[in-house]
Each structure stands twice: as C-alpha cells, then as structure tokens.
C-alpha cells in the first residue's frame, strides 16, 4: 500500500496539544519547526479547530512562545465558518468567545437567522442556548465550528463545543453542519493553493479522531502524539488505525524526515 504513495508534499501541524498547550510550548518543538521541517521541501500548514481567539491573536501567542508562523500558513475552522456564513448568505447569532469576534468582522448579525457555535464557555447558559434552540427551531441553519468533546488546558481536560451542539441537535431533531476537523472539506480546504493531492499530505494532531482519523478520510497520512489531549488507547479509536504513534511533534518531524521525504 505504501508503495501507491506519492512523494510527501505538505504536513499539516495541529497547534494546541500538539505543539502547545495554552502559553507553554510543547518541550523542543520551536527547534523541531524552525531546524528540521523548515529545511525540508515541504509546504507546511497549521490548521486548527481552536474557536478560543482570533487567527490574529493565535499569531501573537505562538510568535511569543518562539514559534516562526506566518499568517498565511494558519488554517483555523474559524475561517472555514465565516466561508461558509458568507456562501450561505446567514447573519448568524454567534456562540463564540469574543476573542473570537474579529475574524467574524464584517458579518451582518442583526435579527439573526442562523446559529454557530464554537467553544464559548461564557455563552453556554440557559438563557443563551434557548435562544439558539428557538431559532433552529425556527427553520435558521445550526453550524458547529466543530465538534471536539473536549480538550487540554494546564490544569485538565475540558469540555469542548461538542456537547452543545449535541444538544441542540437532540432538542430540536436536526444535525449540525459541521465545518472543522474532523470534516474532509476542512482538511481539502487547508490544502487548497498548495498544489498538493490529499495522498500527498500527511497530518500531525493529539487528537485521533478528530486529526488523525479525519485527515486519514481524507486520504492523509495521520500521525498521532501522545500531548496534549492524548489518553493511552486512543489510537485504537480508529479504524484505519494511525499511520504512526509517537511521543511528540518533534519525534513525528524525525519520521518525516527519515522516511517520508
């Protein structure tokens, strides 16, 4: 089966859990980036299901832990949203952390007719969650940024947006447009302008499913890291199995470079 494959031409990196988690660097992973993937002739994508900050603000966070990123290399399902609010032609109520906000600028969100949901601790209270629940009710398209159960912050895991959006699929029997990870368009979107095939590709994440098991559907290589949210036994959540388990990103960087180039 591997010898179908085409040589590597692009590796997409997960961010938080994968090569930081909140404002602490995964240990050795700017060296990882900066001498060794960035030498390598490969494209190279950061793509994120993080709905916490705006792609702005990310920058700044990851530029501050010593990471070299430019802009134009983030992928987040935050811009993946706002493409789709924008075919679909919807002011939406937005369930996003207001950090969030600028990357929603410019979006008309008057007398809403559509409902997103990303992680927004602060707006999942009964008063908020009806709202949203009466207007899918209502007929208004549900968009869920994404659909992670959880994730990792210093002091544990926490709950993601998964288990609102589930909720108010149950409460008003309708299912989610999902526009994140683990959704194939997220993963084609992120290589669009690379010049690059899926089979081409291969994908760094702690998370198995969403990561791993989706770019894997999409026609990727996943690489899983034990980081971040990773829990032993959650490479056997998915079927096909990873490509690859590793400590960390900047043991799954090694492979790469020692048997996919």
Wanted: proline share 6%.
């Amino acid at each position: 089966r591997m010898a179908a494959r085409r040589v590597l031409k692009a590796v997409l990196v997960d961010l938080s859990g994968t090569l930081h988690i909140e404002d602490s660097a995964v240990p050795g992973a700017q060296e990882a980036l900066k001498r060794q993937l960035r030498s390598a002739p490969v494209t190279i994508r950061f793509v994120t299901n993080t709905t916490k900050e705006c792609k702005r603000d990310l920058l700044e966070r990851l530029t501050k832990l010593g990471f070299d990123i430019a802009e134009n290399e983030i992928f987040t399902s935050l811009t993946a949203a706002r493409n789709l609010l924008e075919q679909k032609q919807v002011r939406p109520l937005l369930l996003v952390d207001d950090k969030a906000l600028p990357d929603f600028t410019g979006i008309a969100t008057d007398d809403p007719n559509a409902v997103v949901v990303g992680l927004a601790p602060e707006h999942f209270r009964y008063e908020m969650m009806n709202r949203a629940f009466r207007l899918v009710l209502d007929g208004a398209p549900l968009i869920a940024i994404h659909k992670a159960r959880y994730f990792k912050k210093k002091d544990g895991l926490a709950l993601g947006p998964g288990p609102f959006v589930a909720g108010l699929e149950y409460a008003t029997d309708t299912k989610a447009t999902v526009v994140g990870k683990p959704e194939m368009t997220f993963f084609l979107e992120a290589l669009r302008g690379t010049d690059c095939a899926p089979e081409e590709a291969v994908m760094i994440g702690d998370d198995c499913r969403d990561d791993v098991g989706g770019a894997q559907n999409a026609g990727m290589r996943g690489i899983l890291v034990r980081t971040g949210k990773y829990r032993p036994a959650d490479e056997d959540k998915i079927n096909p199995a990873p490509y690859l388990t590793c400590e960390n990103f900047p043991e799954a960087v090694e492979h790469i470079l020692e048997h996919l180039l």
